[in-house]
């Protein structure tokens, strides 16, 4: 959903990760009145009481029974999700997304409360009212943090971010109390051995077990929280029905058959109390038993109950969601009979630096070496993730270059250069902080200039560097001496994309950074774009190919121009991509016709539902859909890679779906009479006309005879240039490869204009008119 805001008012933006609770809590709001000191301070007393009734509610329960309560919960609204999802188009739905995420945050505040209290604290009650009573006040907490965020938001002074200060702490405070988990959990093991490979030798050292092992013992952990239900529903109505089996072969009772399967050592007795366990008690956070990791290393995963003493310390926001939720910094608590999590999205937040910290307290002076290791691996990162859509790409790593105003030498991380694009990458090692917003709001915004604006920086450094004349030396240190390895002329690069890149993603500050009057588009054309490690993992699966993931970074980069679109983060980014293509021209055309900012909610739901699908690894993901005659050009275009091979794959994906219809259709009508004649075309025409020239390989160029029929397709729309895609067939019908390039029109004084205009009048007859929405995508990016 794209929620517009009109000129006439000025909408309170919705709860981010898109809970249903936002409307209502903006309508609160509204109602607080003017004086936002006074309700600043009444709404904070009301929360620490709340927190407070919910810390003692908690600790009247037995907590493995809570946990299993909360996660059995889990389930029933999953089902419901599920049901609702199935429901027909524009049939009423109850959304079970605010309830889910409440369940979440109660099993939150449960390892926040286990890990404050010691053991002796814990209660033994496993009463239906008690457990309830937690999961209702977790609710009620919740809606009244949000609110509560909101105010806190509206009264922070704007010095630190200047006007977008609000905006940006609003976002800030909300998302502190929201989400969790920032990766998709199918994905884990894979993230975590990447991001511990260099840290093999110092794992196995301090643990015994490599990066490997430990990635993989955290991906049975998750794996254990999503499918830990229905193996052990499954298990046990294998064992009930062996009982039943038992019973009627032997004709006994049910009773007595039960007792013969399942007495005392029997491994059928361990078999069906393992699966009760799971069901009922939360045995499927039993992450000693899911994961086989070593007891040192959960240990160092762990809280022992009572080692956390500041989230319930006295003073100001005491035991509420503002201050650092327990699961930020250790994952697991550790119970009678192991180390449990309460909720898995913990392992994928915590984890890294969890372990991080155990091998510094573990290994001696391992503190500077992590450092040096993890920015040797984020450099490269880039590189490796896109390994494949990458082939062929110059490399560049640890570029220097005089600075353009002092003119001493710096340095740049990364550079790609890749057919007609140039991707510049500044890579930051450092991850979001770890307090609340609320509280160390200045430590958030440190951490902005950090990771976002001194990366944007360096990057627009360079660009004036490389624009400073039409060709530039760019050097390497060897030897302690600045070597000249190549020469650079930014004007042979049709995209060229600064990009800020991180370990871990920090949304919303990495989709809201571009608010800031210091982020702007680099020379007035590049837009600055702030990405995660983590979030290319799920990029690479989408985008396969070169001229997927340019398009797609293309489009990406267009969003990041448009200042007033709001899209949370890089998944809702891919969504949007997938479902509307050109998302950057979609949202520059809302803002043209009257919206002053947008809002995109839950654009990455087609991705989610990829995920969330067991058979997810086996199924393609979800892309736009091209016919088959553009789905083989654009495949012998890519194993082609001819001159500006990426300027030919962008035009065909910049098409919408009637455009890109239309073309086919026109490919197909003429590819035959490339049997007789060495070249057809036809033109498509929108904003600027694209003329598409069918050659027959091996002839030589007709680029005077199609650079005269641009011309001509130019005057017949008055448009100031035409674009020329040059297309390849073989002998037998099939394409290969591809170019493109841009043909202006003739001037009025040109000898040659009144030719074309005599040329124009039929070319305007034969020509494709598209509808308005595909003629607006016919202008494409770059030159």
Known sequence: MTQTVGPEGHALPENPDGADAMPPLARALLKLGDDLDAAHTKMQAEMEAMAEALRVAVLKCEPKQLIGFHWGQLLMGQMVRADEQGQEAGEPKESSRAALDDIMFALEYVHAVLSSHKDADYGKSVESDDVHAVLNLATELRKHALMYCLVAARRMPEGLLGPETGTMAMQAMTSWVTIRGHRYQALEAEFFEFVFEPHDDALRAAYGIGAKEVSAGIQAAVDATRFGHMKAAEALFAEMHAAYELAEKEGIELKEAIARLYGEGQERQVTARSAVEDLFFGGICNVTKSSGLPPDLLADLAYVPGEEKEFFAEGALRGTPLRRMPGRVKPLVTLNDGYYTCDANFLRDSTYRALQWGLQRRLSDYRQEWLNRQTALTEGAFMRIFSKQLAGAEVLTSVYYPD????NWVENDVLILQNDVLLQLEVKAGVMPMHSPEVFFERHVRTIQELVLKAHQQCERFLRYAASAPEVPV?????????????LRLGDYRVVLPIGLTVEAFTPFSSMSKRLPEVRSILGKHPFVSMSIDDLFVLTRFLPTTGELTHYLSVRQGVAGVHEAVIFDELDHLGSYVTKNRADQ???????????WLLEADACAPIDEYFA????????????????????????????RGPRFLDA??????LDANAREQMALQIDKLRPALERHPYRWFSLVGEEPLLVWLQRTGFADFAEVHKAKAEAAAVAVQAKRCKVLVVYVKQDGTFDGG?????????ETDNRYGQRVLEAAPMTAG???????????LKGHGR
């Open 767 to 777: 020509a494709v008119e598209l509808t308005p929405g595909a003629a607006r995508r």
């Open 475 to 487: 050097y390497q240190l060897v030897g302690g001496s600045h070597v000249e390895v190549r020469r």
């Open 649 to 654: 794959d962008a035009t065909v994906r910049d």
């Open 586 to 596: 979609f949202y520059a055309e809302q803002l043209a016709a009257g919206a002053t």
């Open 613 to 640: 699908d067991p058979d997810w690894a086996t199924k393609p993901p979800p892309a736009q859909k091209f016919p088959a005659t553009l789905q083989s050009f654009l495949k012998a275009n890519d194993a082609n």
């Open 404 to 407: 353009p105003d002092t003119g």
């Open 739 to 747: 170019w493109t390039q841009y043909v202006p029109a003739p001037a």
